[in-house]
């Protein structure tokens, strides 16, 4: 039991009289409106698609009638007559409409009393904040026979997962025109699907780069019409990175994407010498993602390029991301580098090398970004764990950017967030020509969309935004992945 809850008491026939009352109030939200959706099953867009009600009659989001009535029915049930009450009958009448943010207060009044069945029948009424009346009804209940007096039981935490940064990304990129995509190897159905979906939301034309014959036997085999979609011959994998590769290097494809061939055997392509997509930068990963309990978007880099990236590799790493954080709209980027403890230990690389790439961003070798580090997870993402170890830093507890030690944290940390924190993630190769887009067997299509959707903005971004081949000052070049 827990002594915290609420008492519950109810009141049994003999005790309840003519005229008698109880109400309760309760402020209506738009989760509360999407929560009942999602439990009767009721996406009436009149609830749920601000832009849909912005037509409809009342211009805004309004919440479902049987909601507010439930609050009539939690007065009977808890208050009069109170746990052990059996609901008969009700008849309803709604007056106006209920909004986000209305408090309703809803209150029953005992009218009738029928002794030989020992029940009750009470008017009804639920008024917004304004005393405006928005239900009107009668209920007729069988009240208990036995008293009863107990803790209310704890109720569960509830989460709505939205996903409101992905949404954004999905918004922004779709506005323009679809770019024309070289699609490696597109041999699964994960990989044809996402191809697929991203064309039908406007964001890329596929262009299928790989074995005929495969590709459509694949196509037929699960039920996929591809017959809209040119088909770019490969004999194999590699001949299908090289060519998509070729593709965008000769400008008839703006983005590349990875199909069902082993990342390394694309990359292989893309850093040739000679035919690939290399600029002055290093390839890196980022991720893009939504995590339903950060107020915000994170990036976490890198989880899938650099293995055990050095100094330097870790000075292009953030830079590339500090790029990306700007094209997203995040003018001034704070960004943790991620160790085990925040202190400096020279026994322990990461925290080395977080306190010199501090220092290269003080003397303005890395830009656009507020660095801090070395920072434990915890302390970056969290003020209030920060605040109990006695941190003082402009990024633990708001950073935007997590920049981990190696790729082995990076993917797990990457990983945890997706599949125990309900996050979706988009990813993005940065640093080539063009961004490449890799997406997992494991994403849903909200992910492989977003994926998509960030590699179009990022294609449709300033090139001066994009360029950031001198952000980082370093002497030689930048070391090919």
Same mark, same amino acid.
């Not at 809850?5 to 005790?15: A, C, G, K, M, V």
């Not at 890196?284 to 990236?309: G, Q, R």
């Not at 764990?385 to 950017?401: E, F, H, T």
């Not at 080539?432 to 960030?454: E, F, H, K, Q, Y």
């Given at each position: 039991?827990?002594?915290?809850?609420?008492?519950?008491?109810?009141?049994?026939?003999?005790?309840?009289?003519?005229?008698?009352?109880?109400?309760?109030?309760?402020?209506?939200?738009?989760?509360?409106?999407?929560?009942?959706?999602?439990?009767?099953?009721?996406?009436?867009?009149?609830?749920?698609?601000?832009?849909?009600?912005?037509?409809?009659?009342?211009?805004?989001?309004?919440?479902?009638?049987?909601?507010?009535?439930?609050?009539?029915?939690?007065?009977?049930?808890?208050?009069?007559?109170?746990?052990?009450?059996?609901?008969?009958?009700?008849?309803?009448?709604?007056?106006?409409?209920?909004?986000?943010?209305?408090?309703?207060?809803?209150?029953?009044?005992?009218?009738?009393?029928?002794?030989?069945?020992?029940?009750?029948?009470?008017?009804?009424?639920?008024?917004?904040?304004?005393?405006?009346?928005?239900?009107?009804?009668?209920? @007729?209940?069988?009240?208990? &026979?036995?008293?009863?007096?107990? !803790? %209310?039981? +704890?109720?569960?935490? $509830?989460? =709505?997962? #939205?996903?409101?940064?992905?949404?954004?990304?999905?918004?922004?990129?779709?506005?323009?025109?679809?770019?024309?995509?070289?699609?490696?190897?597109?041999?699964?159905?994960?990989?044809?699907?996402?191809?697929?979906?991203?064309?039908?939301?406007?964001?890329?034309?596929?262009?299928?780069?790989?074995?005929?014959?495969?590709?459509?036997?694949?196509?037929?085999?699960?039920?996929?019409?591809? @017959?809209?979609?040119?088909? &770019?011959?490969?004999?194999?994998? !590699? %001949?299908? +990175?090289?060519?998509? $590769?070729? =593709?965008? #290097?000769?400008?008839?494809?703006?983005?590349?994407?990875?199909?069902?061939?082993?990342?390394?055997?694309?990359?292989?392509?893309?850093?040739?010498?000679?035919?690939?997509?290399?600029?002055?930068?290093?390839?890196?990963?980022?991720?893009?993602?939504?995590?339903?309990?950060?107020?915000?978007?994170?990036?976490?880099?890198?989880?899938?390029?650099?293995?055990?990236?050095?100094?330097?590799?870790?000075?292009?790493?953030?830079?590339?991301?500090?790029?990306?954080?700007?094209?997203?709209?995040?003018?001034?980027?704070?960004?943790?580098?991620?160790?085990?403890?925040?202190?400096?230990?020279?026994?322990?690389?990461?925290?080395?090398?977080?306190?010199?790439?501090?220092?290269?961003?003080?003397?303005?070798?890395?830009?656009?970004?507020?660095?801090?580090?070395?920072?434990?997870?915890?302390?970056?993402?969290?003020?209030?764990?920060?605040?109990?170890?006695?941190?003082?830093?402009?990024?633990?507890?708001?950073?935007?950017?997590?920049?981990?030690?190696?790729?082995?944290?990076?993917?797990?940390?990457?990983?945890?967030?997706?599949?125990?924190?309900?996050?979706?993630?988009?990813?993005?190769?940065?640093?080539?020509?063009?961004?490449?887009?890799?997406?997992?067997?494991?994403?849903?299509?909200?992910?492989?969309?977003?994926?998509?959707?960030?590699?179009?903005?990022?294609?449709?971004?300033?090139?001066?935004?994009?360029?950031?081949?001198?952000?980082?000052?370093?002497?030689?070049?930048?070391?090919?992945?």
């Amino acid at each position: 039991m827990d002594i915290t809850t609420e008492l519950l008491e109810n009141r049994i026939f003999d005790d309840i009289a003519l005229g008698d009352s109880a109400s309760m109030t309760r402020e209506i939200t738009l989760d509360d409106i999407a929560l009942f959706s999602v439990i009767s099953g009721d996406i009436n867009p009149a609830h749920l698609d601000a832009e849909y009600a912005a037509t409809d009659l009342f211009h805004h989001i309004i919440a479902q009638g049987v909601l507010t009535a439930g609050l009539i029915s939690a007065v009977l049930g808890t208050k009069l007559p109170g746990p052990g009450t059996i609901y008969l009958s009700q008849d309803l009448r709604f007056l106006a409409p209920v909004s986000p943010g209305d408090t309703i207060t809803a209150a029953v009044t005992v009218s009738e009393k029928i002794p030989q069945n020992h029940r009750v029948i009470l008017d009804c009424a639920c008024r917004n904040q304004h005393g405006a009346l928005v239900l009107q009804g009668t209920a @007729t209940v069988k009240a208990p &026979e036995q008293k009863v007096s107990r !803790h %209310a039981m +704890a109720l569960p935490e $509830v989460r =709505l997962l #939205r996903h409101e940064h992905l949404r954004t990304l999905l918004s922004r990129a779709s506005a323009g025109e679809p770019l024309p995509t070289a699609i490696a190897h597109p041999c699964d159905e994960t990989s044809l699907l996402a191809a697929l979906e991203a064309a039908r939301a406007g964001l890329i034309t596929p262009i299928l780069v790989g074995p005929v014959a495969k590709i459509r036997a694949v196509a037929a085999a699960r039920g996929l019409d591809i @017959t809209a979609l040119r088909i &770019e011959p490969a004999s194999h994998s !590699h %001949a299908a +990175a090289a060519r998509a $590769v070729e =593709l965008v #290097r000769t400008g008839r494809a703006r983005l590349l994407m990875k199909g069902s061939l082993h990342t390394d055997e694309l990359l292989h392509e893309v850093t040739a010498a000679q035919t690939g997509l290399r600029t002055g930068k290093r390839l890196s990963h980022v991720y893009v993602m939504d995590v339903p309990s950060y107020p915000k978007p994170l990036l976490v880099t890198d989880a899938a390029i650099n293995i055990s990236p050095d100094l330097e590799d870790k000075a292009h790493i953030v830079q590339n991301a500090v790029d990306l954080a700007h094209v997203l709209g995040i003018a001034a980027p704070r960004v943790a580098i991620l160790a085990a403890v925040e202190t400096v230990n020279p026994a322990m690389q990461a925290t080395l090398d977080a306190a010199a790439l501090c220092k290269m961003a003080e003397r303005g070798q890395i830009t656009g970004a507020v660095l801090d580090g070395p920072l434990a997870f915890d302390n970056a993402i969290s003020a209030t764990a920060a605040a109990q170890k006695s941190i003082a830093s402009p990024v633990a507890g708001l950073a935007d950017i997590l920049v981990v030690p190696n790729i082995e944290s990076g993917n797990i940390l990457a990983k945890q967030l997706t599949f125990l924190a309900n996050a979706d993630a988009a990813g993005i190769v940065l640093g080539a020509s063009v961004p490449i887009i890799l997406t997992s067997r494991a994403d849903d299509a909200r992910a492989r969309m977003a994926s998509c959707a960030l590699a179009v903005i990022l294609a449709g971004a300033d090139a001066v935004n994009m360029s950031g081949a001198d952000a980082v000052n370093m002497s030689g070049a930048a070391k090919g992945a």
